[in-house]
């Protein structure tokens, strides 16, 4: 091979390698990191599920097969909480006017500062946080008047659950 021969050739094959490595894309190259989606705001936590009252017992006793005692103390155990339920509702419906018709003077008057505003609705959240707890204790209590394979049979006969699930 002539030296002319050889220096086209290898010219040919330099500007070859040089076009293949401007023109493919490089193994070497990483993509930019993505940055995470936005996200959807954070919706707040499911409340937890609502304990059963003697009343939702009591509206299963066929499927949980009460006994006529445990039926009758179911009974007596709805009516005192139903008196209670409605006083404490009566005294939130009361704590709630009040709060609203205190920050509607405050907003009116041109303001009031927060500690007063977190006294005002101390009262408001007092009493929901005894609602909540009294409403626990109720269950607890239904819950006491059945054995363990009722327990369980209610716990899989929730709300929207086939009655004849469990079996």
């Known amino acids: 091979m002539s030296p002319r021969a050889r220096y086209l050739s290898m010219t040919l094959a330099l500007v070859a390698a040089v076009a293949a490595y401007v023109l493919w894309p490089h193994p070497l190259d990483r993509p930019a990191p993505r940055l995470p989606a936005a996200s959807a705001p954070t919706a707040r936590p499911a409340p937890p599920p609502v304990p059963p009252t003697a009343r939702r017992i009591l509206d299963q006793a066929m499927v949980l097969g009460l006994s006529h005692d445990q039926m009758v103390r179911l009974r007596a155990l709805e ?17 709630e006017r009040e709060l609203s018709a205190f920050m509607k003077d405050a907003q009116a008057s041109g303001g009031t500062g927060v500690q007063q505003i977190q006294q005002r609705s101390a009262e408001f959240s007092s009493l929901s946080a005894t609602l909540r707890e009294r409403r626990r204790r109720h269950s607890e209590a239904a819950l006491q008047l059945l054995d363990g394979w009722q327990r369980h049979r209610l716990a899989g006969a929730g709300p929207g659950a086939e009655i004849g699930r469990n079996r």
């Open 79 to 95: 009516r005192f909480w139903t008196s209670e339920e409605r006083e404490l509702q009566a005294a939130i419906r009361d704590a």
